[in-house]
Structures are given as C-alpha cells and as structure tokens.
C-alpha cells in the first residue's frame, strides 16, 4: 500500500495570525468575495498553478497522488459511483449515484449489481459512442494488468491486497476480465468478491474504474498499447477534457501524437466536454469554461503571482506564513483564506518491537509527555490543524470519538505528572522515579525528514522525550530516499518515526486502519506500517529481533471490514480506534490537519472536496463569469 498524505513538508512561521478554528469538518471560511454578489455566472477560465506534476501522468490505473484525485473527479472521469465534491458538512464524505445507481447488494454480501445510466457519451472522439457495462468491465481488467497498475493501488481490488478481499479471480486475470466480472447487460455490471467488503462501492468511485471505450474487440480497449502513458490518451465522461482530445484518432495506431492540453511538467489545459451532459450529473456544476495550470515555480513565486492576479491560486501547495498573515489581516481579503479539516493525520510512529517501545507503558508515558501544541506551532499554529487526541480522523467515525483524548494534556501541552506515573510501571524505570534509567532509553534510533519544519519538530521531541528519561539519536534526510525507505524498512531497526501522516484515500475508515497499523502493510513491499503491529515471529526473527510477539490489530479490523456503510461501520471503525490508542498504542496522533488554502479576488464559490481533499474546481465559479 502506498502513502497517501498531501502537504508533507509545510513550512510555516510562528506567529501566524491565527484564523477561528472550528470544530466539525466546516472549513473556517466558506466562501471568497461571495454570495453577495447575486448568482453565480458560468463562464471563463480559471487559472492555476502548481510547483510540480503528478507522479504517473494521468494514468487512472497508478496515478496515485493526491494532487490529481481533484481532476479526475472534478473533470475528468467519472465513475459508477462518486461524490457531491463539497465538504462533510454538506454530504462530501457520503456516497452519491454517479453513471450509475447506487448497487444492489447480494444477501450474502458478495455481489454488486450496478445499473448504468443510459445516453452517456465519452468526449470527442468517442462522442458517438456509450457507455456501457463492458467498459468498466474493461478498467478492471486493466487494473489487474500488473504493468498498467504498476506502484498504483490495485490492492484494493485483489484479494491478496491485505484490504479484506477482492474480485474473484482478480489475481489470475492478468489483464483480462476477472471471473467475477459480469457484464449482465449493455447497462448492467455485476461484481462478485471473495469476501464481504462493505467499503467495495467506495473503491468502485476511485479514478481507476473509470470506462475505457472500446476499440474493436481489444479486451483493453482504446488503453491497448498504453501500459505506461494512457494520461496522454485519456478519453472521459466529465464535463472537461484535456484539450486536443478531439485531434486522437480512435483506429490510429497507439503511437499516435498524445494530447497536447497535457504536457507533463509544464501544464494542463482542461476545456469543456461537449459531450457532457448537466442533467445527467447532479454532482458537478462545472461553472467555467476552462481550467488552465502551470507547472514550477517556488511557493514564493506562486504566492506573488496570486497577489497581482496572474493566477487564481496556487492549486494543492501551501501559502508562504507572510502571505497568509498579510490577508488575515486585511479585513477585504481575511474571506480569501480558507482552512478545512482534511481527513489528515500527523503523527509520532513507535516502532513495537524495538526497546524501550516494545513496553507499552513507555508508549502511554510517550503519549502523555509530547507537546503537541508547540508541534503545531512550528506548522504555523491553529490555522493548520486541531490537536489530535486519537488515530482515526472524526469524519471516517460520524463523530462518535470527536470528544475522545485518552491522553489528554493542558492545552495540549503535554503532562509531565501523567507520563512519569506511566513511566514508573515501565520494565524499563528500575527504581519506580518515573524517569527511565535502562539503558534501552539511551540513543533510541529516530529517523526524519530533514525538510522544513521538521528540524523544529525534532528539537521539540528531543526535549519532551528527555522528561522522562528517554534521549533519541535523530538522523535526519531526505524524505523519499532517505526517511521512508528507512522507516519502511524492518531491518533498518528504526525505533521512532516521527516525520509521517495519513491522507485517507476515500471517505472509510478502512483507508487508515489497515494500511498503517496492519499486518499486509509491513515493508518494505508493504506501507505504511511503520510500527510493526500484527508483526509475524518469524518475521521479527528473519529481521533481527530479539521481541517474538507484538500487538495485532488486524482482527480489530477485520470485524469492521465486512460490514455495510451505516452506523454500525462507524461505531465499529470508532471502537476499532480506541483499540489503536488504548490496546496497541503504537502511535501519537498530533494533528488533524487541516488544508488551508487562498484564493484570488476572482474565484467565487470557494468549496471544499471532502473526498479528493482539494479545492473543488467544478464548484469554483469566476467574477462576472470570467469576463
């Protein structure tokens, strides 16, 4: 499983002027110059930038930053199923009919029947073709091509993905049709798992099961012949396109010339769809005419660019503290600020089996004695987050732990008296002072990122750790090359990680708990469980440890798997997280951060999408209509 946070390297300023932070999942500010200017006009081209380009180039099957969830959603694709594109306050976390019904499901819970709209056409050059069931029979073939789905996230479709199960006969497929795949009709679509998901029709929402068009009788489609570039081919159902989509010649050969509305590294030009429908797609309002965004430029860059109206934002990056600090307090520009709870967790990963955190006492006293409050702060305070008591973010549990802390502190600044009495009942304090004097507590292995603001934070941890006896060795270096492929790695024995957070990558609980803290995601082929729970013996004993058994949570999770969306997935998704904190307590959430973004005086309509975590760009309307 791969990593999915977005903003991992904020750099911000103490002192920022801090917004109201509300609590819910409501953004602070939820519009830009706004409402009071009547309704809002469709029309115009809304301009933005970025400081770098997805990673895979648009390819539904891998694209797996965070940065291109938004387009595809938005724009782009869409799928059987998807969302609103606004915030949890007003439904963005709940699912929503898209090309197709909400699915029947089977009494056993294994078979998904979904039936497909009629009279949806794919852009120009497939404007006379329509989608049926074969075409999203088509994208999971296409998943299930191990090329084609290379470093995506194909896993939550296999049955071996370590996510509770899969389509049958997804593994054997190998870029055919999986037996479990049927296409009943030209308008029906019935899927049949290994085991009950009750998360399955959220995975049905990601870009990657998006329809294909066909292409004589290539089980691939118009994808044949694209395992590492169809993003530069990509003909969808949104209302955008990339721009030159209408120039592909559908019985010309793969090598034809790409999309020239993308060019990767530079930018993307999204246009109208004119094969899009409104009133088939109640969840994109799709207000402007055109989407244009550059790529590069230094945040700094991007921000002076947003201040004389060059762009209308810096889109998925993170306003220098200065800019920021400059229109909180500018009363005709404090509304152009906006920060959003994210479905985003930062947070302090205990490696379990490595002394002194194989003791869960030391843990406990661990979680009690951080400052997280003076953590925050080194992000630029309040505005980029709510301290965080517990693992799994509010909006994935309905809320049912929005008041649970076990380890709560003064303002969140950590209580000394509380972790030393943790401490005192530790294998590791000989005289029961509450300060550790083993010689485990010496030099604990901590590897970070070396990026702003994490030399901050470590200076940070290294003075809160020291309270109760633990001193850290921290060695610091690149985030990518360096601190994941150490903190991923069992051999590495790296006892504490602290430089990691969780982005979910659909509104279920399932895309934190088993991806972080279960068995499947063990690395280094497996992520992110850079904790070790739910470890093997013979794991352990292959990697060099002297620990033999450690903490599962797996069939805490595997409970909760199966069950249905409702209120009994939440309850058990909430009770499953006060396992993580309570029972395992391999980590220490700190933040739930938020997204903060700042617009130009032309957007209007500022909304925020739960779902993808972005602004959301079909919801975004300009100034006059753009004129």
Same mark, same amino acid.
């Given at each position: 499983?791969?990593?999915?946070?977005?903003?991992?390297?904020?750099?911000?300023?103490?002192?920022?002027?801090?917004?109201?932070?509300?609590?819910?999942?409501?953004?602070?500010?939820?519009?830009?110059?706004?409402?009071?200017?009547?309704?809002?006009?469709?029309?115009?081209?809304?301009?933005?930038?970025?400081?770098?380009?997805?990673?895979?180039?648009?390819?539904?099957?891998?694209?797996?930053?965070?940065?291109?969830?938004?387009?595809?959603?938005?724009?782009?694709?869409?799928?059987?199923?998807?969302?609103?594109?606004?915030?949890?306050?007003?439904?963005?976390?709940?699912?929503?009919?898209?090309?197709?019904?909400?699915?029947?499901?089977?009494?056993?819970?294994?078979?998904?029947?979904?039936?497909?709209?009629?009279?949806?056409?794919?852009?120009?050059?497939?404007?006379?073709?329509?989608?049926?069931?074969?075409?999203?029979?088509?994208?999971?073939?296409?998943?299930?091509?191990?090329?084609?789905?290379?470093?995506?996230?194909?896993?939550?479709?296999?049955?071996?993905?370590?996510?509770?199960?899969?389509?049958?006969?997804?593994?054997?497929?190998?870029?055919?049709?999986?037996?479990?795949?049927?296409?009943?009709?030209?308008?029906?679509?019935?899927?049949?798992?290994?085991?009950?998901?009750?998360?399955?029709?959220?995975?049905?929402?990601?870009?990657?099961?998006?329809?294909?068009?066909?292409?004589?009788?290539?089980?691939?489609?118009?994808?044949?012949?694209?395992?590492?570039?169809?993003?530069?081919?990509?003909?969808?159902?949104?209302?955008?396109?990339?721009?030159?989509?209408?120039?592909?010649?559908?019985?010309?050969?793969?090598?034809?010339?790409?999309?020239?509305?993308?060019?990767?590294?530079?930018?993307?030009?999204?246009?109208?769809?004119?094969?899009?429908?409104?009133?088939?797609?109640?969840?994109?309002?799709?207000?402007?005419?055109?989407?244009?965004?550059?790529?590069?430029?230094?945040?700094?860059?991007?921000?002076?660019?947003?201040?004389?109206?060059?762009?209308?934002?810096?889109?998925?990056?993170?306003?220098?503290?200065?800019?920021?600090?400059?229109?909180?307090?500018?009363?005709?520009?404090?509304?152009?600020?906006?920060?959003?709870?994210?479905?985003?967790?930062?947070?302090?990963?205990?490696?379990?089996?490595?002394?002194?955190?194989?003791?869960?006492?030391?843990?406990?006293?661990?979680?009690?004695?951080?400052?997280?409050?003076?953590?925050?702060?080194?992000?630029?305070?309040?505005?980029?987050?709510?301290?965080?008591?517990?693992?799994?973010?509010?909006?994935?549990?309905?809320?049912?732990?929005?008041?649970?802390?076990?380890?709560?502190?003064?303002?969140?600044?950590?209580?000394?008296?509380?972790?030393?009495?943790?401490?005192?009942?530790?294998?590791?304090?000989?005289?029961?002072?509450?300060?550790?004097?083993?010689?485990?507590?010496?030099?604990?292995?901590?590897?970070?990122?070396?990026?702003?603001?994490?030399?901050?934070?470590?200076?940070?941890?290294?003075?809160?750790?020291?309270?109760? #006896?633990? +001193?850290? &060795?921290?060695?610091?270096? *690149?985030? =990518? @090359?360096?601190?994941?492929?150490?903190? !991923? /790695?069992?051999?590495?024995?790296?006892?504490?990680?602290?430089?990691?957070?969780?982005?979910?990558?659909?509104?279920?609980?399932?895309?934190?708990?088993?991806?972080?803290?279960?068995?499947?995601?063990?690395?280094?082929?497996?992520?992110?469980?850079?904790?070790?729970? #739910?470890? +093997?013996? &013979?794991?352990?004993?292959? *990697?060099? =440890? @002297?620990?033999?058994?450690?903490?599962? !949570? /797996?069939?805490?999770?595997?409970?909760?798997?199966?069950?249905?969306?409702?209120?009994?997935?939440?309850?058990?998704?909430?009770?499953?997280?006060?396992?993580?904190?309570?029972?395992?307590?391999?980590?220490?959430?700190?933040?739930?951060?938020?997204?903060?973004?700042?617009?130009? +005086?032309?957007?209007?309509?500022?909304?925020?999408?739960?779902?993808?975590?972005?602004?959301?760009?079909?919801?975004?309307?300009?100034?006059?209509?753009?004129?």
């Amino acid at each position: 499983m791969k990593r999915i946070l977005k903003l991992v390297a904020v750099v911000a300023v103490a002192g920022l002027v801090a917004a109201a932070c509300g609590g819910g999942n409501k953004s602070t500010n939820t519009g830009s110059p706004s409402a009071s200017t009547g309704a809002l006009q469709s029309g115009g081209v809304l301009k933005l930038a970025i400081e770098a380009d997805v990673d895979h180039a648009f390819d539904p099957a891998k694209e797996y930053s965070t940065l291109s969830f938004e387009p595809f959603r938005c724009c782009l694709l869409r799928t059987l199923v998807s969302t609103n594109g606004q915030d949890a306050s007003h439904d963005g976390d709940i699912l929503q009919p898209d090309l197709a019904a909400l699915p029947q499901i089977s009494a056993d819970g294994l078979t998904y029947t979904f039936t497909i709209q009629s009279g949806i056409h794919y852009a120009p050059p497939f404007d006379n073709v329509e989608v049926t069931a074969g075409d999203f029979a088509r994208a999971i073939a296409r998943e299930s091509d191990s090329q084609a789905s290379a470093n995506g996230y194909s896993f939550y479709y296999s049955p071996s993905g370590g996510t509770g199960g899969g389509i049958v006969g997804f593994d054997e497929a190998k870029g055919t049709v999986p037996s479990g795949v049927k296409v009943v009709d030209d308008h029906t679509l019935a899927i049949t798992l290994t085991a009950p998901l009750g998360d399955f029709p959220w995975r049905m929402s990601m870009a990657a099961m998006a329809p294909i068009p066909p292409v004589g009788n290539s089980v691939l489609g118009w994808a044949t012949g694209h395992t590492k570039d169809y993003g530069r081919y990509l003909v969808g159902t949104g209302p955008y396109m990339f721009k030159g989509t209408d120039a592909l010649d559908p019985s010309g050969p793969p090598s034809q010339a790409a999309i020239s509305g993308y060019v990767p590294g530079r930018s993307w030009t999204l246009v109208r769809n004119p094969s899009w429908d409104a009133s088939t797609d109640p969840n994109r309002p799709a207000y402007v005419d055109e989407i244009d965004v550059a790529i590069g430029g230094t945040a700094q860059v991007l921000a002076n660019e947003v201040d004389n109206g060059t762009i209308d934002m810096e889109f998925g990056g993170v306003p220098p503290a200065q800019q920021l600090a400059a229109y909180q307090a500018d009363p005709t520009k404090a509304t152009q600020v906006h920060a959003t709870p994210s479905d985003g967790v930062r947070y302090l990963a205990m490696n379990i089996a490595l002394p002194p955190f194989d003791d869960i006492h030391v843990r406990k006293a661990m979680n009690y004695v951080i400052d997280k409050d003076a953590l925050r702060r080194t992000r630029g305070g309040p505005l980029f987050g709510d301290i965080a008591g517990h693992f799994i973010v509010n909006s994935l549990t309905g809320d049912i732990n929005a008041n649970y802390d076990p380890y709560a502190s003064p303002n969140g600044q950590g209580d000394v008296t509380k972790a030393k009495a943790e401490m005192a009942l530790s294998k590791y304090d000989t005289n029961g002072d509450g300060i550790c004097d083993a010689p485990e507590c010496n030099g604990v292995l901590t590897i970070t990122d070396s990026a702003d603001p994490y030399p901050a934070q470590n200076a940070i941890l290294v003075a809160s750790a020291k309270k109760i #006896g633990i +001193s850290l &060795d921290v060695r610091a270096g *690149d985030r =990518y @090359t360096f601190m994941y492929d150490k903190c !991923l /790695d069992p051999t590495s024995h790296a006892a504490f990680c602290p430089s990691v957070g969780w982005f979910k990558d659909y509104p279920d609980a399932l895309t934190f708990g088993p991806p972080t803290l279960g068995s499947a995601a063990i690395g280094p082929g497996g992520c992110c469980n850079y904790s070790l729970v #739910g470890a +093997s013996n &013979d794991l352990l004993k292959a *990697d060099g =440890y @002297t620990t033999t058994d450690v903490a599962s !949570l /797996d069939a805490v999770f595997n409970k909760c798997t199966v069950m249905p969306i409702g209120q009994e997935r939440l309850q058990c998704w909430a009770d499953a997280d006060k396992a993580i904190m309570e029972q395992a307590v391999p980590v220490i959430p700190w933040l739930f951060d938020k997204d903060v973004d700042l617009t130009g +005086s032309r957007i209007l309509n500022y909304t925020y999408d739960q779902s993808a975590g972005m602004m959301s760009l079909d919801h975004v309307a300009l100034v006059g209509g753009g004129a």
